[in-house]
């Protein structure tokens, strides 16, 4: 004869009810994520802004780092625009099959602007003079063209709409 047991049947109803409270912790998990994601879901949400960083790092890869004499300042600026040249391309790219547009473009009157009213100078500085080209700003230091500002034009167009907006990139 087979004798059943109620402390078997305690157990399996006490695994039920721990299971059964677990459940929402676990669903609550698998929706949040973890950082990392909400982090990655940033860049997927604001593609604007994810193209400032891109062109923020860009600019501050293409250092020149005295490659070039102040003299050849504009071959300088030829080679900061062909060192972005892939990262542009990639960008514009990028978001393509996901519907999204990101059209990059140098801006001639920002850079100026920003000749004006930023290259850096002033007492105690032995920098010379800032000089747009096309968007790129080198200045004179120490007789060699250093890259102190990229301006672009940047219009980001999605299924909800369309923004514009310049950015200045500074390699600093």
């Given amino acids: 004869m087979v004798r059943v047991s109620r402390r078997g049947q305690l157990v399996l109803l006490t695994a039920a009810v721990v299971a059964a409270a677990l459940a929402p912790a676990l669903l609550a998990y698998?929706?949040?994520?973890?950082?990392?994601?909400?982090?990655?879901?940033?860049?997927?949400?604001?593609?604007?802004?994810?193209?400032?960083?891109?062109?923020?790092?860009?600019?501050?890869?293409?250092?020149?780092?005295?490659?070039?004499?102040?003299?050849?300042?504009?071959?300088?600026?030829?080679?900061?625009?062909?060192?972005?040249?892939p990262r542009i391309d990639r960008l514009a790219g990028s978001r393509v099959a996901d519907g999204t547009a990101t059209l990059v473009s140098y801006n001639a009157t920002a850079a100026r602007a920003w000749v004006e009213s930023s290259c850096p100078g002033g007492d105690g500085r032995v920098f010379g003079p800032c000089r747009a080209d096309g968007g790129v700003v080198v200045q004179e230091r120490a007789g060699e063209a250093a890259l102190v500002a990229v301006a672009f034009d940047v219009r980001v167009v999605t299924e909800r709409g369309e923004t514009r907006l310049t950015v200045v990139a500074t390699p600093s």
């Fill in 30 to 85: 698998l929706q949040l994520g973890y950082h990392a994601d909400r982090d990655a879901a940033a860049d997927f949400e604001d593609p604007a802004a994810n193209a400032v960083r891109v062109l923020d790092r860009a600019a501050f890869e293409a250092r020149l780092d005295g490659d070039y004499a102040w003299a050849n300042r504009t071959r300088a600026a030829d080679r900061v625009r062909a060192t972005l040249r």
